[in-house]
């Protein structure tokens, strides 16, 4: 219900589009418009400025269908998001940083605003205007969890681009996606867009338990954008985004370490993933004689459940069930000097109010009460009464976790840059500050019997709250220095430091409370367990602190008339470094932990050339990620890689286009896409990894005037590698890749 009575509080933004186009003269251009602008915060091109980056245009991200993150990911230097489990946990590693759950490392920004929940971050991406990835501590422009960079996500806008747009595709293994669009430029001062996305995908993989295909997926989405400039020095731009996801289960299969094969996909309760968010971005610019105004504001939605079978087997163990309910707000104001001169400067200040309801009951099954619960207790009962046994009357019973999760951030920046001669320095503070609120209410019910001194079963009830906070306070520097080499190529050095924050882990609570349940069933009987399995206390597990990364970056920006090259070295040296765990032995849940130091080096090359039909993309990425210090007080880590931090990842993209002179074709364009990553380590022993491994696509494109019609195929040589592994209740799972896939596509652009 909450959800509708927010989407009624944003009504208003559409009615106001609908007046617009009602009250305007309608002009339509028929060709697109060339757009070229500066990057978000950044006073000229990314290639001018003191950082590894790359950039992705409209015509690039079409013809190579880049229309996911984790596409974006496979051509992007030492930037990895596997392809595993749900969209709920967009997983995302640079240069060795990175975490499966809670907040990420690097930002992601669409259209000049933060999404704030990863849980968003795995969006489709269509109709966009360029999409900017900087790696390295960005956190002085853009705050906390941008310790490892960012990603700029900028759409079409009505005033540069004005067309109609539709696409159809058709895939096998069966997928279908559409997306209709409309650019109109209504006069001089007035442009409204409006676009909706549909795509089902009926999966890759099979659950034998059922026969059923357990990652499909339905996704739509709708964005309305509508730009204004009432003078010719003041902008107002909104974009309304609205998406609603349905998606299957998890393709994990058990693994046999040893052997390293995994036996086929089979659980019995049933996986999903279903997700409502909105973003509504509102942004105002004004051009000064002196000093340039910008103000950015948000409202975020986000309304998701998930239903996991945590087990994973065929077995009735025990399923997890997560709601949440996630509210934000964010507004942010920009000052900076009008007219560029030896000395430019930047201030800032921004604020975020997050408010999170999350509910995440676990259900235990007859199997898992048996083997979890009454097993272990058993064993410690019958060490001391060897006849004695606890029963329980119900088959299952649900371990009830609420969780209020508020937090509040603001924070002012200021950046100032100063040319002298082939010289530019550059230098930068942020203070961040941030409250966290944490509370929760766990509670669960059953009714048991003491075979040695009861006749009849009795009930019990176990509970457990309290609440926690967690306030910092921390100052971001940043130094830079670019040397103009002439002719557009400079070097550059850049330092910067970096702020994750911190949190409270909700996951872990089921085994909080099954020992909080164990202890007040031994209390209730007037006896005492020792060697208890779940004994995890409260205190243990509740908190894991910020994570602060010093970075720096030596590099250059080259041109050769018609080729580019982007090469930067970085080191990389993180303290309180965030990490998710699955503990030792039968527990159910995970956690956020520090684990002490961790130190990254490597490089980073991109390269661009165009010429004569020919164009070539190539990129290369080398990390060498290790742990410093951290022991978990069963065994030393010191010396091991990073998991999920690929050592090396390429990617080379060919195409050629070839002028037809038939008179029904314009042209045809072949593309080859070669992308590889490994080896990649998936546990903290170092004992799991994947080796590199090697992915080839191709399409082929044909345009007949207002028509396009493309042949494509992803994974042709149907490459079989893990994307996923972890352990649970001691069994282990992977996740494999997805297999060959084929389709067809027609586009209509006027």
């Given at each position: 219900?909450?959800?509708?009575?927010?989407?009624?509080?944003?009504?208003?933004?559409?009615?106001?589009?609908?007046?617009?186009?009602?009250?305007?003269?309608?002009?339509?251009?028929?060709?697109?418009?060339?757009?070229?602008?500066?990057?978000?915060?950044?006073?000229s091109?990314?290639?001018?400025?003191?950082?590894?980056?790359?950039?992705?245009?409209?015509?690039?991200?079409?013809?190579?269908?880049?229309?996911?993150?984790?596409?974006?990911?496979?051509?992007?230097?030492?930037?990895?998001?596997?392809?595993?489990?749900?969209?709920?946990?967009?997983?995302?590693?640079?240069?060795?940083?990175?975490?499966?759950?809670?907040?990420?490392?690097?930002?992601?920004?669409?259209?000049?605003?933060?999404?704030?929940?990863?849980?968003?971050?795995?969006?489709?991406?269509?109709?966009?205007?360029?999409?900017?990835?900087?790696?390295?501590?960005?956190?002085?422009?853009?705050?906390?969890?941008?310790?490892?960079?960012?990603i700029?996500?900028?759409?079409?806008?009505?005033?540069?681009?004005?067309?109609?747009?539709?696409?159809?595709?058709?895939?096998?293994?069966?997928?279908?996606?559409?997306?209709?669009?409309?650019?109109?430029?209504?006069n001089?001062?007035?442009?409204?867009?409006?676009?909706?996305?549909?795509?089902k995908?009926?999966?890759?993989?099979?659950?034998?338990?059922?026969?059923?295909?357990?990652?499909?997926?339905?996704?739509?989405?709708?964005?309305?954008?509508?730009?204004?400039?009432?003078?010719?020095?003041?902008?107002?731009?909104?974009?309304?985004?609205?998406?609603?996801?349905?998606?299957?289960?998890?393709?994990?299969?058990?693994?046999?370490?040893?052997?390293?094969?995994?036996?086929?996909?089979?659980?019995?309760?049933?996986?999903?993933?279903?997700?409502?968010?909105?973003?509504?971005?509102?942004?105002?610019?004004?051009?000064?004689?002196?000093?340039?105004?910008?103000?950015?504001?948000s409202?975020?939605?986000?309304?998701?459940?998930?239903?996991?079978?945590?087990?994973?087997?065929?077995?009735?163990?025990?399923?997890?069930?997560?709601?949440s309910?996630?509210y934000?707000?964010?507004?942010?104001?920009?000052?900076?000097?009008?007219?560029?001169?030896?000395l430019n400067?930047?201030?800032?200040?921004?604020?975020?109010?997050?408010?999170?309801?999350?509910?995440?009951?676990?259900?235990?099954?007859?199997?898992?009460?048996?083997?979890?619960?009454?097993?272990?207790?058993?064993?410690?009962i019958?060490?001391?009464?060897?006849?004695?046994?606890?029963?329980f009357?119900?088959?299952?019973?649900?371990?009830?976790?609420?969780?209020?999760?508020?937090?509040?951030?603001?924070?002012?920046?200021?950046?100032?840059?100063?040319?002298f001669?082939?010289?530019?320095?550059?230098?930068?503070?942020?203070?961040?500050?941030?409250?966290?609120?944490?509370?929760?209410?766990?509670?669960?019910?059953?009714?048991?019997?003491?075979?040695?001194?009861?006749?009849?079963?009795?009930?019990?009830?176990?509970?457990?709250?309290?609440?926690?906070?967690?306030?910092?306070?921390?100052?971001?520097?940043?130094?830079?220095?670019?040397?103009?080499?002439?002719?557009?190529?400079?070097?550059?050095?850049?330092?910067?430091?970096?702020?994750?924050?911190?949190?409270?882990?909700?996951?872990?609570?089921?085994?909080?409370?099954?020992?909080?349940?164990?202890?007040?069933?031994?209390?209730?009987?007037?006896?005492?367990?020792?060697?208890?399995?779940?004994?995890?206390?409260?205190?243990?597990?509740?908190?894991?602190?910020?994570?602060?990364?010093?970075?720096?970056?030596?590099g250059?920006?080259?041109?050769?008339?018609?080729?580019?090259l982007?090469?930067?070295?970085?080191?990389?040296?993180?303290?309180?470094?965030?990490?998710?765990?699955?503990?030792?032995?039968?527990?159910?849940?995970?956690?956020?932990?520090?684990a002490?130091?961790?130190?990254?080096?490597?490089?980073?090359?991109?390269?661009?050339?165009?010429?004569?039909?020919?164009?070539?993309f190539?990129?290369?990425?080398?990390?060498?990620?290790?742990?410093?210090?951290?022991?978990?007080?069963?065994?030393?880590?010191?010396g091991?890689?990073?998991?999920?931090?690929?050592?090396?990842?390429?990617?080379?993209?060919?195409?050629?286009?070839?002028?037809?002179?038939?008179?029904?074709?314009?042209?045809?364009?072949?593309?080859?896409n070669?992308?590889?990553?490994?080896?990649?380590?998936?546990?903290?022993?170092?004992?799991?990894?994947?080796?590199?491994?090697?992915?080839?696509?191709a399409?082929?494109?044909?345009?007949?005037?207002?028509?396009?019609?493309?042949?494509?195929?992803?994974?042709?040589?149907?490459?079989?590698?893990?994307?996923?592994?972890?352990?649970?209740?001691d069994?282990?799972?992977?996740?494999?890749?997805?297999?060959?896939?084929?389709?067809?596509?027609?586009t209509?652009?006027?």
């Amino acid at each position: 219900m909450k959800r509708y009575i927010f989407v009624l509080l944003v009504f208003p933004t559409v009615l106001f589009y609908a007046k617009s186009v009602c009250s305007q003269d309608t002009v339509i251009m028929l060709a697109p418009v060339e757009i070229k602008s500066p990057a978000f915060k950044y006073s000229s091109e990314l290639r001018q400025e003191a950082v590894s980056a790359d950039v992705y245009s409209m015509d690039f991200m079409e013809a190579n269908k880049i229309e996911d993150m984790k596409t974006l990911a496979n051509l992007t230097p030492n930037l990895f998001i596997p392809d595993y489990g749900s969209k709920m946990t967009s997983s995302i590693y640079v240069r060795g940083l990175g975490t499966r759950v809670d907040n990420a490392v690097i930002g992601v920004y669409f259209d000049g605003v933060p999404i704030l929940n990863k849980s968003c971050f795995d969006f489709a991406l269509w109709d966009l205007e360029r999409i900017e990835v900087l790696r390295g501590v960005q956190s002085c422009l853009f705050g906390q969890n941008t310790l490892a960079g960012v990603i700029n996500v900028t759409s079409l806008s009505p005033m540069n681009f004005q067309a109609y747009r539709a696409e159809a595709e058709l895939a096998f293994p069966f997928a279908f996606h559409t997306k209709l669009s409309v650019y109109e430029k209504l006069n001089e001062n007035k442009a409204l867009s409006a676009s909706i996305y549909y795509r089902k995908d009926e999966g890759f993989f099979e659950n034998t338990y059922n026969r059923k295909k357990c990652d499909g997926s339905e996704d739509l989405g709708l964005r309305l954008r509508f730009v204004s400039k009432p003078s010719e020095k003041s902008t107002w731009d909104n974009t309304l985004v609205i998406a609603n996801l349905d998606q299957g289960g998890y393709a994990y299969a058990a693994y046999d370490p040893v052997s390293h094969r995994s036996s086929p996909i089979a659980y019995n309760d049933t996986c999903f993933y279903k997700r409502f968010n909105l973003l509504d971005a509102l942004r105002f610019s004004r051009k000064g004689a002196k000093v340039n105004f910008e103000s950015n504001a948000s409202l975020q939605i986000l309304s998701d459940k998930m239903c996991l079978d945590q087990d994973f087997t065929p077995e009735s163990m025990f399923t997890l069930t997560q709601k949440s309910e996630e509210y934000a707000m964010t507004k942010e104001i920009l000052l900076s000097n009008a007219e560029v001169r030896p000395l430019n400067w930047t201030l800032g200040a921004y604020g975020c109010v997050k408010y999170l309801d999350l509910s995440a009951p676990v259900l235990f099954k007859k199997d898992g009460i048996e083997r979890l619960i009454l097993e272990n207790m058993n064993r410690g009962i019958q060490s001391m009464f060897p006849n004695a046994e606890m029963m329980f009357a119900q088959s299952e019973f649900p371990i009830k976790s609420d969780f209020s999760y508020p937090r509040y951030a603001f924070s002012f920046f200021g950046r100032a840059d100063y040319t002298f001669g082939k010289l530019k320095t550059l230098l930068g503070l942020r203070l961040e500050m941030e409250r966290i609120d944490f509370s929760y209410d766990c509670s669960t019910d059953l009714n048991y019997r003491f075979t040695l001194t009861m006749n009849d079963f009795k009930h019990l009830s176990s509970s457990l709250s309290g609440k926690a906070h967690q306030n910092t306070i921390v100052l971001l520097p940043k130094l830079g220095l670019i040397y103009d080499l002439g002719k557009g190529n400079n070097l550059f050095l850049a330092l910067g430091r970096g702020y994750k924050s911190g949190g409270f882990n909700t996951q872990m609570f089921s085994d909080v409370m099954q020992n909080q349940m164990k202890q007040d069933l031994m209390n209730a009987l007037g006896l005492s367990l020792s060697g208890n399995a779940f004994a995890y206390s409260v205190n243990e597990i509740i908190e894991y602190k910020p994570e602060r990364t010093d970075n720096i970056d030596l590099g250059t920006h080259l041109s050769f008339g018609k080729a580019d090259l982007d090469l930067s070295l970085f080191y990389m040296l993180s303290s309180d470094r965030q990490i998710t765990v699955f503990p030792y032995g039968q527990t159910t849940g995970r956690m956020m932990t520090n684990a002490g130091k961790s130190r990254s080096y490597g490089a980073e090359v991109s390269f661009r050339f165009n010429h004569a039909g020919f164009d070539l993309f190539a990129s290369y990425g080398y990390t060498n990620a290790k742990f410093i210090e951290y022991d978990d007080n069963r065994q030393s880590y010191k010396g091991k890689y990073v998991p999920y931090s690929p050592q090396h990842n390429l990617s080379v993209v060919l195409g050629y286009t070839q002028i037809l002179k038939s008179k029904k074709f314009d042209n045809i364009r072949y593309s080859l896409n070669y992308t590889a990553a490994g080896k990649i380590y998936f546990d903290n022993a170092n004992e799991i990894s994947q080796p590199l491994y090697h992915v080839i696509s191709a399409n082929i494109r044909l345009k007949q005037g207002i028509y396009e019609y493309k042949l494509w195929i992803t994974n042709l040589l149907n490459c079989d590698y893990l994307t996923f592994y972890f352990q649970s209740m001691d069994n282990h799972f992977v996740q494999h890749s997805k297999p060959l896939q084929a389709g067809i596509s027609l586009t209509i652009d006027l």
